[in-house]
């Protein structure tokens, strides 16, 4: 149901409750009092009939004691004529005592007669007296019986004298003779008939009815009844009355209503209005009620709404074109430095920020910037140029905090007491960003602070970096939303960090080998190409050594492949501790290593490779035996070199010569080298060396030297060379 059905229901029932009730109660009184002066007049009348009938009966006792004592039976006949002359009754009878008839006086009433005294068994015809005739001396000498009819006319008389209609019964059920209509006799019996003793009954029309007899001194079976005095059509009226009222109060309901629900209807259809997204939907403000105030209200809402959403439509825009420009960004590149300037500044341009940092975490538990914006001026350093520079501890200060605990902070900057490296601002936001996956080191029993003294600061690997924005346009504080945000952009960070880190590491993974950490054969053929190019463009020597470890077979047959590949780790970290830092050294394949030695000619080559083998056959490898105790297994190693260009035209073909070279010096007995024999010139298509390079008398080429005497003694000249794998890896 609607309102403005709610109303209106409720409406009628205020106003028809009060009309119906009054309608009922004057029903109700109005017959109550009716029936109270029916019942009143009918007791009267009662009365009056049992003392009219009383009356008669002590008349016709008076005639026939008046008859009885008459002595002298002729004049007793003359004394009946007399009281019947008189009127004093209708007729007297007189009977010997055997009863028979003596004398009556004409036009007596038709039987059958009911004497005073008696109570009638049927029809009654008239009221007699009877009276026992005596002579002095008491003897019964018979009767005297004087009688007065029961007629329509003594009915009437009756009627007359108590004002009511009076109905006289004979046999049950029937009527002998009555006053009334011949349209309520009906109904009046009826009435009777649920009647006894004094009680009154109604009738449909409106009369009331009362029985009176048959009684002792009024032996007449009677019915009396009166009209009722309400108003004729009065339930009628009253109907009508109400239905008056209630069509009256529809209409007054239906127009206070509709007058009251009309600014609520306006108000419900500009809500569904603004619902499906029309914000310029208004209400017209009618009055200055609350309803009117209501709809001022949702006009002021709406408008503020309004500008709402355009300003977060904007914001929206802008943000997806940053998340946009973000995610081109993320897809297209591993450059660390630029995913981090894009996160930096779709920040800045998301929360309104003056200023921002980008800090990573490195391997010292040191917060070290990485990207910066619109810090000049607010760093406690010399140099505000160079990211660098902005570096602070875990748990230091905010950025400090936010690393140690992986809970965000935001508020308004408090100087320290203690410098900790971070730039000054006015208020400041910051979150944490981590690897996905990592979980927070710190646990979540103290959220959101920053470590208490004592506190360990998080591991470097719960914890990437911190990205920290600083004094918001306008001077506000930085809010939720802006921290909302700020997460998204550091969740988008902390991908793009572990995406170029896992890069990183599967492109090493790549190319080297995973049981001694050295290059694998797929970077060898890369670098070896590489470093030809680069030695023929330069006019250098490339000297290419290939190792064997002897009877490596019998290391693993006698202590297993487990101290197998504990000679091998050990053999590869003794090769990284031997050559230079610019040296590459990979794992050839088995037990075969090849190491090559850029701007390094054969001197030099036999040099490393004399090193080498005094390093591996001096100190014995301790593997786990079969016993307790470690076992100290020696080793020894063969040596091939072949230097470039000297030995061989390409990259492939110098490999070929260290390797024949290799094989020489096993044949020789192990445990040395062997250099290459210099082969015949080979014509070749690649960048004609700059100096001539001439081997000197001893038959052993120098790098870079066009005679004998320019030869350095080192074996390895400087230049520019590839990425090289560090030492110590």
């Known amino acids: 149901m609607t309102l403005r059905g709610r109303l209106t229901v409720a409406f009628l029932v205020v106003v028809l409750g009060p009309v119906l009730l009054g309608a009922v109660f004057v029903g109700t009184t109005l017959s109550a009092v009716d029936r109270s002066r029916a019942t009143e007049r009918l007791g009267l009348a009662a009365a009056g009939v049992r003392t009219s009938v009383d009356a008669l009966c002590q008349q016709l006792r008076a005639a026939a004691d008046a008859v009885a004592l008459v002595v002298d039976p002729a004049a007793r006949s003359r004394a009946a004529d007399q009281v019947v002359g008189r009127g004093l009754a209708a007729a007297v009878v007189i009977a010997d005592p055997t009863g028979r008839t003596s004398y009556a006086t004409a036009g007596g009433p038709a039987g059958p007669w009911q004497d005073c005294a008696g109570t009638p068994a049927g029809p009654v015809g008239a009221l007699a007296v009877q009276v026992r005739l005596r002579d002095p001396a008491g003897v019964d000498l018979g009767a005297v019986a004087a009688a007065q009819p029961v007629d329509p006319a003594f009915v009437a008389r009756l009627a007359a004298v108590t004002g009511v209609g009076i109905t006289l019964l004979g046999d049950p059920g029937r009527i002998t003779h009555t006053t009334e209509d011949q349209g309520v006799r009906a109904a009046v019996l009826a009435a009777a008939r649920r009647v006894a003793g004094d009680r009154v009954a109604g009738t449909r029309d409106g009369r009331y009815v009362r029985r009176v007899g048959p009684s002792p001194g009024q032996p007449l079976p009677l019915v009396l009844s009166v009209p009722g005095q309400r108003p004729p059509g009065l339930y009628g009226a009253l109907a009508a009355a109400v239905v008056l009222a209630a069509l009256l109060a529809v209409l007054a309901a239906w127009r206070l209503a509709r007058v009251t629900t009309r600014p609520l209807v306006e108000l419900a259809g500009a809500v569904d209005r603004v619902a499906h997204g029309d914000l310029t939907a208004r209400v017209p403000v009618r009055s200055r009620d609350e309803i009117g105030r209501l709809a001022g209200a949702f006009n002021r809402m709406t408008r503020e709404t309004g500008s709402y959403v355009a300003a977060l439509t904007s914001s929206r825009d802008q943000l997806r074109n940053h998340l946009v420009v973000l995610g081109d960004t993320l897809a297209s590149t591993h450059d660390l430095q630029r995913i981090l300037r894009v996160i930096l500044d779709s920040a800045i341009a998301g929360t309104g920020a003056r200023a921002g940092a980008v800090l990573l975490l490195d391997g010292h538990g040191v917060l070290v910037g990485q990207c910066v914006e619109g810090l000049t001026g607010r760093w406690p350093t010399e140099d505000p140029a160079d990211p660098a520079t902005l570096r602070v501890p875990v748990g230091a200060g905010v950025v400090g905090a936010v690393a140690a605990t992986g ?287 001439v081997s000197p008398p001893d038959g052993l080429p120098r790098a870079g030297a066009a005679d004998p005497a320019s030869a350095a003694p080192g074996g390895a000249s400087s230049g520019p060379h590839p990425p090289r794998q560090s030492r110590g890896r």
């Open 407 to 693: 809970e965000p902070l935001r508020g308004r900057w408090a100087p320290p007491d203690a410098p900790t490296g971070e730039p000054t601002c006015g208020t400041y936001v910051a979150v944490p960003f981590a690897a996905p996956g990592a979980a927070d080191a710190r646990g979540p029993d103290r959220p959101g602070h920053p470590p208490a003294d004592g506190d360990p600061p998080a591991p470097p690997s719960a914890a990437l970096g911190v990205l920290a924005l600083y004094d918001r346009l306008g001077g506000d504080e930085f809010d939720d939303d802006d921290l909302v945000m700020l997460r998204t952009f550091a969740g988008h960070a902390a991908v793009a960090v572990e995406n170029v880190r896992v890069h990183e590491e599967a492109q090493r993974l790549s190319l080297t080998d995973p049981l001694t950490g050295l290059w694998n054969y797929r970077y060898l053929r890369e670098s070896i190409r590489r470093e030809v190019e680069r030695a023929n463009r330069f006019g250098r020597m490339l000297s290419v050594l290939a190792l064997d470890l002897d009877r490596f077979k019998h290391v693993n047959d006698t202590w297993g492949h487990a101290a197998g590949d504990a000679v091998l780790v050990e053999f590869a970290r003794r090769v990284r501790g031997v050559i230079r830092e610019v040296d590459l050294a990979f794992r050839h394949g088995g037990e075969e290593f090849v190491v090559l030695l850029p701007e390094t000619d054969a001197r030099g080559a036999t040099i490393v490779a004399e090193r080498l083998g005094a390093v591996v056959r001096d100190q014995p490898v301790p593997v786990d035996g079969h016993g307790d105790e470690p076992v100290r297994v020696p080793v020894t190693v063969s040596i091939g070199i072949a230097v470039y260009p000297d030995h061989a035209g390409g990259g492939q073909q110098v490999l070929d010569a260290a390797d024949d070279a290799l094989y020489a010096a096993k044949a020789a007995g192990r445990d040395g080298y062997r250099l290459a024999p210099v082969g015949d010139p080979v014509r070749t298509q690649e960048i004609p060396v700059v100096a001539a390079t």
